[in-house]
């Protein structure tokens, strides 16, 4: 149990597609788990990744509550450890997914926000930490937040996502010019 040093944006390993879990309810997985929980509070985040603090893992937990001074007016979403992930964008009926852009930040990518695409529903299933089956239908922040805490495994950081980099800035040079 430990509050980990979370890589930052120009760190090779952060670029590295993420290897599946192959063995669930493990020490190993569950002290994994802790410490991305630890340090997921200890910075105020909504989520973290395992490649974010070094380890090569399909590993992402997220969740807020009221008390995150970093999305104070965001929905809740449910605290979740999600391994091995699958995210499927979704339309309404036989429509083609939507996607909206909206302000992200990141823990690897301290004092800056960018407007990010993203798909605005998406199906997404996995495994907990003890092997059992997730499947869950979101939308709007937890979809995004999904979107964004999964792209870590596959070895992207939200800038990458970007189309219009007159969209990114450092947060106090954002919110003085709002």
């Not at 974010?52 to 999305?71: E, M």
Request: proline letters at 7%.
């Amino acid at each position: 149990m430990a509050v980990c040093d979370i890589l930052k944006m120009g760190d090779p390993r952060l670029l590295r597609v993420a290897q599946p879990v192959t063995e669930f309810d493990s020490d190993a997985l569950h002290l994994l788990i802790t410490d991305l929980l630890d340090s997921m509070r200890a910075a105020d985040g909504a989520g973290l990744a395992a490649p974010q603090i070094g380890v090569d893992l399909q590993v992402v937990i997220f969740g807020t509550d009221a008390a995150n001074p970093r999305y104070p007016n965001a929905p809740l979403v449910p605290k979740t450890v999600l391994i091995n992930p699958l995210i499927t964008p979704l339309g309404e009926g036989e429509q083609t997914p939507s996607e909206d852009e909206d302000w992200e930040g990141c823990l690897s990518v301290p004092g800056l926000r960018g407007k990010v695409p993203r798909y605005s529903r998406i199906r997404y299933t996995g495994f907990d930490q003890y092997g059992d089956a997730i499947d869950r239908t979101v939308d709007g922040f937890h979809a995004r937040v999904v979107q964004h805490e999964c792209d870590h495994l596959w070895g992207k950081l939200y800038p990458m996502r970007m189309r219009d980099f007159s969209q990114f800035g450092f947060v106090d040079a954002l919110q003085a010019s709002n």
